[in-house]
């Protein structure tokens, strides 16, 4: 029998911490959430390990230190509003409507959004918005927001981001190719300018829609 508690006080040790993670509310954070409940339960006993894995539907949960990094990266103080992009199976959802005020995450797949909306609802994290479609247009309704997570590869950064991000707001996306991209982070300044960043290579599945790749075929 895995003692899950172990195992996360481990990946937060020796995955997050050790790789320079220093924000101490992201690391209390990824201390308390279950990550193995947003898994199948056939994988369960790797949740905790240090690699992305899958959800279904071609899809991934991130790697633990990825969710630490970008979560890092939004520098969150708790007051905030995040757009996130791409759900998948909840758990940076679960991670960032415990670090922000309230998030709203759009998925294009049905299945994983209805999936990741049980899971949080588990556990009692009421302050999440899901809605299933293009990410890559944002949420106009709910625009501006203090932060924007993109879990997803975008060969260029959306403008939809740039005019949904608040003045001081941080956009958080991996750009680059179908393989391969650039973690970035925008900031909008106070002149309305936007101040680019690059943070570390990654590695994500694409993002998929007007603003993104037009298709998910990886030919
Ligand atoms: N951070 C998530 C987690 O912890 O489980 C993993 C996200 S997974 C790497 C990327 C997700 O982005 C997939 O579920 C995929 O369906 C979704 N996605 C791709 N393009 C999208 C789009 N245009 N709008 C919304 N979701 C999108």
Redesign the pocket.
Known sequence: MIDFSVARRRMVEQQIIARGIDDQRVIDVMLQVPRHL?VEPGLQSHAYSDA?LP?G?K????QPYM?AAMSAALDLQGHERILE?????????AILSLLAKRVYS????SL?AGR?RKVLDQLCLSNVNIKV????LGWRDQAPFDGILV??GAPDIPTEYLSQLEIGGRLVLPVGDRLQQILMRVTRQPDGSFKQEQLMGCR??????EQ?WRTDNTD
């Open positions: 947003f992305s959800i539907e899809q991934t949960i991130s969710v992009i791409g759900t998948g199976s909840g758990y940076q959802t759009i998925e294009r797949i994983l990741a479609g293009d990410g890559t879990a997803a994500f599945v694409p993002l998929i829609g993104g």
